[in-house]
T-cell receptor, first 110, second 118 residues
């Protein structure tokens, strides 16, 4: 099956700093999402981005499908950005192989 | 707009007791529905998915079962809970677009149920 890796596993930032989170996947996919899981466990959709680049406020994401990776950029980080960031991928023809990466745990300190 | 509800929010059950977790979606028709489990704060595992009423597919054999009695209702059940069933259970929905054989779908998650089996 598809293997999904995320790096770094843990990250501590000073408020206002920028960061880049990476997601590598081992096979062709056409469904890729980035989620933020807040301290209460809620998974919040950030981006649906099987390819290309998208931006939403301080967050942006880029997926290079041919090279099998995706990047999530967080600029001017805030304490509310703390939590775990997951990427999730699925193969082109399958519902049942939605694979989540292990996540990046981000702590933003004031 | 679409919303997804799960209940209960938290649950403490003894080993060997039954389980029923419910998930409902509002504001959409014929969604795909999914049950995930998350253990130890990381690593979501897909348990079941459903593409329509009465249609359930299991990703991982386990002590759990799922049912979809109505279009926007998805239920996770167990006849006898095990300690290893403890975790955070998340329901999700998606609408699916197709292009040839390729499937495109964006998932949206409910607030989750935190289950502790004692």
């Amino acid at each position: 099956g598809i293997q999904v890796e995320q790096s770094p596993p843990d990250l501590i930032l000073q408020e206002g700093a920028n960061s880049t989170l990476r997601c590598n996947f081992s096979d062709s996919v056409n469904n890729l999402q980035w989620f933020h899981q807040n301290p209460w466990g809620q998974l919040i959709n950030l981006f649906y981005i099987p390819s290309g680049t998208k931006q939403n406020g301080r967050l942006s994401a880029t997926t290079v499908a041919t090279e099998r990776y995706s990047l999530l950029y967080i600029s001017s980080s805030q304490t509310t950005d703390s939590g775990v960031y997951f990427c999730a991928v699925a193969r082109k023809t399958s519902y049942d192989k939605v694979i989540f990466g292990p996540g990046t745990s981000l702590s933003v300190i004031p | 707009s679409q919303t997804i509800h799960q209940w209960p929010a938290t649950l403490v059950q003894p080993v060997g007791s039954p389980l029923s977790l419910e998930c409902t979606v509002e504001g959409t028709s014929n969604p795909n529905l999914y049950w995930y489990r998350q253990a130890a704060g990381r690593g979501l595992q897909l348990l079941f998915y459903s593409v329509g009423i009465g249609q359930i597919s299991s990703e991982v054999p386990q002590n759990l079962s799922a049912s979809r009695p109505q279009d926007r209702q998805f239920i996770l059940s167990s006849k006898k809970l095990l300690l290893s069933d403890s975790g955070f259970y998340l329901c999700a929905w998606s609408l699916v677009g197709t292009s040839g054989r390729a499937l495109f779908y964006e998932q949206y998650f409910g607030p989750g149920t935190r289950l502790t089996v004692t």
